[in-house]
């Protein structure tokens, strides 16, 4: 039992994992916390994020456990997302290829994403199966990518995902257009 606060400093560690039984509190404040592995799988655990960011690199797994954090950035060339999540960013590392595998059956909730690839550095983002596995963007606006793979995913809400043109789209989806979005002002008088 016990609360932890990081006072918003920055954080270097190995994995982390939270999931000793008894009530337990963290509070991050604006804390950068760079981790190989991020695991939650207890209860009675109360995650305060505040303004943090959770940074997991190499091939760590992101197991949220189904908490709400603020940002999470996965900055290495593969990683797996296990559990309903919630929160404020979900980025994946720019200029890096990368696969993202999401647990299927389960739901990433953020209000906004980075997960655009560039040419020679695309973005595979599949599920552990073919069960599918769903994402989800809080708060209006759209998500504009490009050079993505992409399987056995459900996005929502629709009109909302734009994969990009240089994008493939690996089967099974939905909701994901998988072409640039048009902006206003692209027919001229």
Known sequence: DGTMDTNGKTVTSAAVSLSEAGTKSLILGATVWNC???TYDGSN????PNTSTIKVTGTGVFAGGGLTYNDVELNGTAHTISGGNTGNQLTFKDAT????????GTTQTFAT????????KVKTLTG????????????GGHIDADYLVIDYSTATPTSTWYAGKNSTNGGNNS???????????????
């Open 128 to 139: 552990t199966s073919t069960g599918g596995w769903t994402i989800t963007k809080t708060g």
């Open 113 to 120: 994403y980075v997960i655009t690839g560039e040419s020679g």
């Open 175 to 189: 909701g994901w257009f998988f072409h640039n979005r048009l902006k206003r002002g692209w027919m001229s008088k």
């Open 97 to 104: 290829t990368q696969t993202i595998t999401f647990t299927d």
């Open 45 to 48: 655990f109360t995650l305060t």
């Open 36 to 38: 190989t592995a991020w």
